[in-house]
């Protein structure tokens, strides 16, 4: 079957929802992705920009090819490489009917990637991303772009997984999609600095059931000494959901939560506590969304949000404090606008329509907001 995205046509297995998770024989095709593959393309449009020279870009999990048609319409010497021949053939066909240069091969990306070096990479698997982020780092020059959809080992729901992919502890909090992300984060810039570079996210988000962040890289050990200075722990009481957290590598857990003395506190780390973006890069992202995405608006929206976010290493949900503080939520500016009005830092979070970033005390918001029921 035929879809249109970005302005091309691509040919994708055709499944009876559209999708087609890699299931049975089919090559694999997921149309709820359109967001993640628009941001991709205002990325590279904006890295571009930024970085002239960036010019080679591996689709290193191709599928369809469907990534790397839209980056070759974009200019970029394209490589779609996939360990399914029918995928390859597939990729091969999709960049031809478009009338576009690249090539299609058929090889295990990690293979690729160790003989060969790109500019940009992009990581695209099933699951967790960390297989493949070894050679991604060293052959990489610009940038690394990388998707992980493991959500339940990333926030620490399933946390020995997330433990033994990661090589940190996560743990399940009521801002368990921010914890998936500063995981990942932190497992990127762990395994770029292996090779002497930073990793340093200039763009991340997490939408639906996945994360996505962009990698730029700089190799210099010394820049890669500094962004290890931004891992560090969260400390979250279970009782009253405060939350704290200290730079380093090594953990200092509190006896007891200094705001409500409970003694159930989780300790999570090491986490990437550093910014998740750079807003004015983000703000460019967003100026590159154009009027031929499906998904323009959602993403200038997300990416509003983002460039916005008040930089905290956690977020918190309106919902959920409501409900411990036994009271009804009220709408979100009017909520923000009582904590800035009391003098707080108060942005909304891409995370949910409820998340939000502050600096107040969990305490201090309560005295700061009202009672949506008056
Ligand atoms: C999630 S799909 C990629 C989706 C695609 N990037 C898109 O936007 O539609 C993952 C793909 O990775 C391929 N794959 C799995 N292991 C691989 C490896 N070691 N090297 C290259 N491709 C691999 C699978 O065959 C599958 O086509």
Redesign the pocket.
């Known amino acids: 079957m035929d879809v249109r995205e970005g302005g091309l046509t691509v040919e994708?297995p055709g499944a009876r929802d559209g999708a087609s998770?890699?299931a049975g024989d089919d090559?694999?095709?997921?149309p709820t992705?359109e967001l993640?593959?628009d941001v991709t393309v205002a990325t590279l449009r904006a890295y571009r920009e930024r970085d002239d020279r960036a010019s080679s870009y591996l689709?290193?999990?191709?599928?369809?090819?469907?990534?790397?048609v839209r980056a070759a319409a974009e200019g970029f010497d394209v490589t779609c490489?996939?360990?399914?021949e029918d995928?390859v053939e597939l990729a091969r066909e999709n960049l031809a009917r478009n009338g576009l240069d690249g090539e299609a091969v058929h090889?295990?990306?990690?293979?690729?990637m160790h003989e060969s070096v790109f500019d940009v990479v992009?990581l695209?698997?099933?699951g967790t991303p960390v297989?493949?982020a070894d050679a991604a780092f060293a052959s990489t020059r610009d940038l690394v772009c990388v998707?992980a959809?493991d959500t339940a080992p990333l926030c620490g729901a399933h946390q020995n997984s997330g433990i033994r992919k990661y090589s940190t502890l996560p743990q399940n909090t009521d801002y368990h999609p921010e914890m998936g992300l500063r995981v990942l984060l932190s497992a990127m810039v762990r395994t770029a600095a292996r090779y002497d570079k930073a990793a340093v996210p200039v763009l991340s988000h997490v939408t639906r059931h996945y994360a996505r962040a962009y990698l730029e890289l700089d190799a210099r050990a010394t820049k890669a000494d500094e962004l290890l200075e931004e891992l560090g722990h969260v400390y979250h009481c279970e009782d009253c959901l405060e939350r704290d957290h200290e730079f380093g590598l090594i953990a200092h857990p509190p006896e007891a939560c200094p705001a409500c003395g409970s003694s159930r506190t989780l300790v999570a780390g090491p986490l990437y506590l550093g910014p998740i973006c750079e807003p004015a890069f983000v703000e460019s992202v967003r100026e590159h969304v154009t009027e031929e995405m499906g998904e323009a608006k959602r993403a200038r929206s997300m990416l509003d949000t983002v460039a916005e976010e008040f930089d905290r290493p956690t977020h918190y949900d309106q919902h959920r404090l409501c409900k411990l503080w036994n009271r009804s939520a009220t709408g979100m500016d009017e909520f923000l606008g009582e904590l800035r009005a009391a003098g707080y830092e108060a942005t909304r979070a891409h995370y949910s329509g409820t998340a939000f970033k502050t600096d107040a005390s969990i305490a201090e918001m309560r005295e700061a907001t009202t009672d949506g029921d008056g």
Do not use: H, K, W
């Open positions: 994708v998770e890699g090559v694999f095709y997921n992705q993640n593959r689709d290193a999990m191709a599928a369809s090819g469907i990534r790397g490489a996939d360990l399914d995928a090889r295990n990306a990690n293979a690729l992009d695209d698997p099933f297989p493949f998707t959809t």
